[in-house]
C-alpha cells in the first residue's frame, strides 16, 4: 500500500506543481490505482473488524 500511496502523491504533486501536463493515461493509471488502494483499505478494515 505504502508504494501505491507515494506513486500517487508523487504524481499529484507534478499535476499541482509543474508544468508537466498529465496525460489521459497516466491520470487512469494514476485513478486505477487509487482505487485499488481503497479497496486494500476496506479489505484490512473488513479483516479487523473495523469496517
Not at 3 to 20: G, N, V
Not at 33 to 39: D, G, I, N, Q
Amino acid at each position: 500500500m505504502a508504494s501505491i500511496l507515494d506513486d500517487l502523491k508523487t504524481r499529484r504533486h507534478q499535476a499541482d506543481y509543474s508544468t508537466f501536463s498529465m496525460s489521459e493515461k497516466i491520470a487512469q493509471r494514476a485513478l486505477d490505482k487509487s482505487r485499488k488502494l481503497v479497496e486494500l483499505i476496506e479489505a484490512a478494515l473488513e479483516s479487523t473488524g473495523g469496517g
